[in-house]
């Protein structure tokens, strides 16, 4: 009976919505599996902006610290965009990414059976699909000096540079080999050494870790250019991916569309170890905040929903519970309970909001 401490960050648009269902989800395994959750809630985003002039406060960002795990829902909305760039809902998000130092962005690709039709591929390519994408997000071209436009009228140039550090690299390739030890202990790294030094000095360090630290995983190298016809070709040919900033960000987006929906999309962004033994964490859904359907009921829960399941698996080291709540948002997919967003290309029964959060927790009921 352990008790974890969560800072809840509904956020705008459909992120209170869709956090509403989690909050259920959360109860549902407090009262019924008894792990205790130490809840607080608080504001990021426009809705911060709104109260406190700031899309992330000072004290909110201090309860970020200290907590075992961040859930965020969305930020961002039309009425923000016009504010100053450093006041936009956004901001507050990369503070959070950027203060608790999380560099290793982990985005499973996992296609439910019941949605593989959703997928571009052939079902027979996607269907069972489960990898995991982990892409370093703090350093690389996205972050790298000098950066900028120079010159003048038609001699202008363009400036971004990629740069990696030894420790930079093994760190995020630690993080990949342990996930890869808690799955098929599998990992393909990729990187483009074939053009790019920072490329060959990533293959180097990949080496190195595995040599020296975690000889029991199977290692490959992939080109990212090759990579990326791997995953629409064979992707079940994958298990964790790891790669750097700017490939991974094109090699998960890629992956993630594999599977279907946005509204089905978990994601987990994992720093250094704190004095628990665990990550600092922050999870979220890979989607937005929707403001086209905000209000409205028709927001899919599922991806808020997985993102609690990782949570519990890695932050809160209860892998058990994470894949019996997978289980049960699997299982209302298979009964055909369908979101508006999932209800195009698969037949089911349409359901709100508020509906799948009920489906999702009594299938759990259902399991027990
Ligand atoms: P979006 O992800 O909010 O929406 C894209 C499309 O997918 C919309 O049609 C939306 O209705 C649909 N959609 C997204 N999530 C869904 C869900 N759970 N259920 C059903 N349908 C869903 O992306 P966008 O429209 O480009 O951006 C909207 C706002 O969100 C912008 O302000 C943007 O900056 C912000 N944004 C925030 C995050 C984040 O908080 N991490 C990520 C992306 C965009």
């Known amino acids: ?18 956090m509403t269902e989690v909050k259920r989800v959360i109860d549902w395994f407090e009262q019924r599996r008894k792990i205790i959750f130490n809840v607080e809630e608080d504001l990021v985003g426009g809705c911060a902006y709104d109260k406190y002039g700031t899309p992330l406060s000072d004290s909110t960002m201090n309860k970020a610290h200290k907590v075992d795990a961040v859930l965020l829902g969305a930020v961002g909305g039309p009425i923000y965009e016009k504010l100053h760039f450093d006041k936009q809902p956004e901001r507050g998000l990369l503070r959070l990414r950027k203060e608790m130092d ?8 996992q296609c439910f059976d019941a949605l593989a039709d959703f997928s571009s591929l052939k079902k027979d390519i996607v269907s069972g699909l489960d990898i995991m994408i982990v892409r370093e997000l703090t350093s690389g071209i996205y972050f790298g000096e000098p950066r900028g436009i120079e010159g003048h009228g038609d001699n202008r140039v363009g400036i971004n ?8 690299i093994r760190r995020v390739a630690r993080s990949a080999f342990e996930l890869a030890r808690k799955r098929d202990n599998r990992l393909c790294s990729m990187e483009k050494a074939n053009v790019m030094e920072s490329g060959v000095l990533w293959r ?16 490959s190298h992939m080109y990212a250019d090759a990579g990326a016809m791997q995953l629409v070709r064979w992707p079940k040919q994958f298990d964790v991916i790891v790669t750097d900033n700017l490939f991974g960000d094109i090699l998960s987006d890629c992956a993630a569309m594999l599977t279907g929906s946005l509204g089905m999309l978990p994601s987990a962004s994992l720093g250094t170890l704190m004095d628990s ?11 937005g905040s929707a403001p086209d359907i905000a209000g409205l009921g028709q927001a899919n829960p599922c991806a808020c929903i997985l993102s609690f399941a990782m949570a519990l ?56």
Not at 161 to 168: H, K, M, P, S
Not at 204 to 219: C, G, R, S, T
Request: net charge negative; no cysteine; aromatic share 8%.
């Open 313 to 368: 698996r890695y932050s809160f080291d209860k892998g058990n519970e994470a894949t019996y709540l997978e289980q049960a948002v699997q299982n209302v997919l298979s009964e055909g309970f369908r979101t508006k967003d999932l209800i195009q290309a698969s037949k089911g029964k349409e359901v709100s909001t508020s509906e799948m959060g009920d489906a999702i927790i009594n299938n759990l009921e259902k399991m027990r």
């Open 102 to 109: 999380l560099y290793a962005n982990l985005r499973p690709a």
């Open 204 to 219: 180097e360090e990949l080496k190195y870790v595995h040599e020296n630290e975690y000889p029991d995983v199977e290692l």
């Open 277 to 287: 033994g665990l990550p600092k964490a922050l999870y979220e859904p890979v989607h």
């Open 1 to 18: 009976m352990g008790k974890f401490s969560l800072l809840i960050l509904p956020g705008d648009g459909i992120g209170p919505e869709v």
């Open 161 to 168: 540079t990629t740069r990696y550090t030894t420790n930079e």
